[in-house]
Structure formats: structure tokens, C-alpha cells
């Protein structure tokens, strides 16, 4: 099996429910999402999943030189970050590509998938 990186991408500007419409939706997402992740666990897809801090909270760490650089805030200035992912094993392409499509529709959000290079 191969494992697969499921990368939930959202706005980067998020108001007072995320990037849901009202509480009612975040929540209806949020439910959605936990019962996606129990499917996995019980098909034995699961690996790891986790949703990231607002990209504000990041810090950019550039070791290159003789002593590390320390840059407050995400990477790059853009309208969508990385808002949270899945880690999953599955057999090839297509059942990764049709759990994604099942994690979008749970988190309300686009998914993108990469295989994960093997080189570890």
C-alpha cells in the first residue's frame, strides 16, 4: 500500500464560523468530518489526520545559513493556505482519489492528493 497526503485547502481569511456560512454548517461539517474519519479507521486507511492553526500562527524557518532565520507568519501571501490533511494508506491512485472526493464532501472543502515519494 501507498501512503497518500490528503490536503484540505481553504481561505486564508477565515470569519467567525471558519470558512462555514453559520454555526449550524461548521458543525454539520465538523460531524460529517469525525464520521469520514471513523470510515477510514474502520477500513484501515487510517494513519493520521489533523487540522492546522490559522496560517497567521506560523513561523518560517530558514536553517540554510550559518544561523537559522526566524520569520513570523505563513511561507507565502496567498488567498488559500493549508488548513488541515489527512495521512492515509490505500492501494493506488483511485482509492485515494475516492476518499478524497468523500473528505471534501465531509469537510466541505477541496482536497488535494499526493503520493508520498517512498524515498523515506
Known amino acids: 500500500m501507498t501512503h497518500y497526503l490528503l490536503a484540505v485547502h481553504g481561505p486564508?481569511?477565515?470569519?467567525?464560523?471558519?470558512n462555514y456560512g453559520?454555526?449550524?454548517?461548521?458543525?454539520?461539517?465538523?460531524?460529517?468530518?469525525?464520521?469520514?474519519?471513523d470510515r477510514l479507521r474502520?477500513?484501515?486507511?487510517?494513519?493520521f489526520a489533523g487540522g492546522l492553526a490559522p496560517a497567521s500562527t506560523a513561523t518560517v524557518v530558514d536553517g540554510q545559513g550559518e544561523t537559522?532565520?526566524?520569520?513570523?507568519?505563513?511561507?507565502l501571501e496567498t488567498k488559500e493556505v493549508l488548513g488541515g490533511?489527512?495521512?492515509?494508506?490505500?492501494?493506488?491512485?483511485?482509492?485515494?482519489?475516492?476518499?478524497?472526493?468523500?473528505g471534501s464532501k465531509a469537510c466541505?472543502?477541496?482536497v488535494?492528493?499526493?503520493p508520498f515519494d517512498g524515498l523515506g
Open 112 to 114: 488535494e492528493v499526493r
Open 42 to 47: 474502520a477500513a484501515g486507511h487510517w494513519v
Open 68 to 75: 537559522p532565520v526566524l520569520t513570523d507568519g505563513p511561507y
Open 85 to 102: 490533511f489527512w495521512v492515509i494508506d490505500a492501494p493506488d491512485l483511485d482509492v485515494a482519489l475516492q476518499l478524497a472526493a468523500e
Open 12 to 18: 486564508a481569511e477565515m470569519g467567525e464560523f471558519g
Open 22 to 37: 453559520s454555526k449550524e454548517a461548521m458543525e454539520e461539517a465538523f460531524a460529517a468530518t469525525d464520521a469520514f474519519n
Open 108 to 110: 466541505r472543502g477541496r
